[in-house]
């Protein structure tokens, strides 16, 4: 885990119940300053109760959680100045233009005239709002409404930023122009904290992520690092000849092979010390593959694995 004194955001033991329904049961966090961290869960995991806390709109049962070293429950005034927030629900006024949503908020970060007029003309540029910007929100399409949320959340230059579930409801272009923006900011330094319901967004965005399931952090690790913890994981070689095939068919102890296609798999997990040990083992033997391919399980197979069945609705959806 990444120490506290380096850390953008640290957790450590964090609890949260409502009722006799346990939320968060001490979970452990370490998430270094400019890092795109993904939190992945069930419906009902706490991965949104996690986010509010962090972001000071919920109070933590125990534990400890600091954000840029201030602690959420002792200095909340001084968190808020840090982060922003774009939550599962757009905070975008329909009946405003999209540039008076962003003057709302340039208001609220007490900009003075210039700056406000500054800071806005930039946002809808770099989120390509410029032509719509007087248009009611209202017209917007879903992914123009989450572009503006996004840039609502931006007008106070915040460090760290919790995106709940940024992308649900997106078809798949405004979903990639959202992965474009979220790359965009980590590459400018940003923290992002980032929890989805989309397993593929948190493989293509995500430097670390955790795994929650019924308050309990299951897993930790890069994408790499989780599809390695669960099996299926395998090395396919291909030979140049039907000779070939055989003998290394007889040096690796008969795994699993098609003839036909002159390919074997052995099983692996695709780390850099299995796949030399593996290519030590053919050297030795003087055997030569012509092709070489990893295949690793994803991270449905990991989700799968460590929250035991997939994504479901639960009697709390917190």
Not at 35 to 58: D, E, H, R, Y
Not at 67 to 95: C, K, M, W, Y
Not at 146 to 175: H, K, Q
Request: aromatic residues 4%; contains cysteine.
């Amino acid at each position: 885990m990444t120490s506290p004194s380096r850390a953008a955001i640290h957790v450590s033991g964090l609890r949260k119940s409502y009722g006799d329904k346990v939320v968060l049961d001490g979970i452990d966090l370490g998430i270094a300053e400019g890092a795109i961290f993904a939190l992945l869960g069930p419906n009902g995991a706490g991965k949104t109760t996690t986010v509010q806390i962090l972001s000071t709109l919920v109070d933590a049962d125990g534990g400890e959680a600091r954000v840029l070293g201030h602690d959420v429950a002792r200095e909340p005034d001084a968190v808020r100045e840090l982060i922003g927030v774009t939550g599962q629900f757009s905070a975008v006024d329909n009946l405003l233009t999209g540039q008076e949503n962003l003057n709302l908020m340039a208001d609220l970060h007490h900009l003075d005239r210039p700056a406000r007029r500054r800071r806005t003309a930039e946002l809808l540029q770099r989120f390509d709002l410029t032509r719509e910007a007087g248009k009611p929100a209202s017209m917007y399409s879903g992914g123009m409404r989450r572009r503006l949320d996004l840039a609502m959340t931006l007008v106070g230059n915040p460090r760290v930023i919790f995106l709940d579930e940024p992308t649900t409801g997106l078809d798949p272009r405004s979903r990639r122009a959202m992965w474009d923006v979220i790359r965009d900011l980590a590459a400018d330094g940003v923290t992002i904290l980032l929890t989805t319901q989309y397993l593929e967004e948190a493989d293509q965005l995500a430097d670390r992520i955790a795994v929650l399931d019924r308050g309990r952090l299951v897993a930790q690790g890069t994408p790499d690092e989780l599809k390695r913890l669960v099996p299926g994981g395998h090395v396919q070689l291909r030979f140049a000849d039907a000779d070939e095939f055989r003998f290394a068919y007889q040096v690796l102890g008969a795994p699993a092979h098609d003839e036909a296609s002159l390919t074997i798999q052995v099983p692996n997990d695709g780390s850099v010390r299995s796949l030399r040990a593996l290519l030590d083992q053919l050297d030795h033997a003087c055997v030569e593959a012509v092709d070489l391919s990893v295949h690793q399980p994803d991270l449905d197979d990991v989700f799968l694995a460590l929250t035991g069945q997939p994504d479901r609705e639960r009697s709390t959806t917190r």
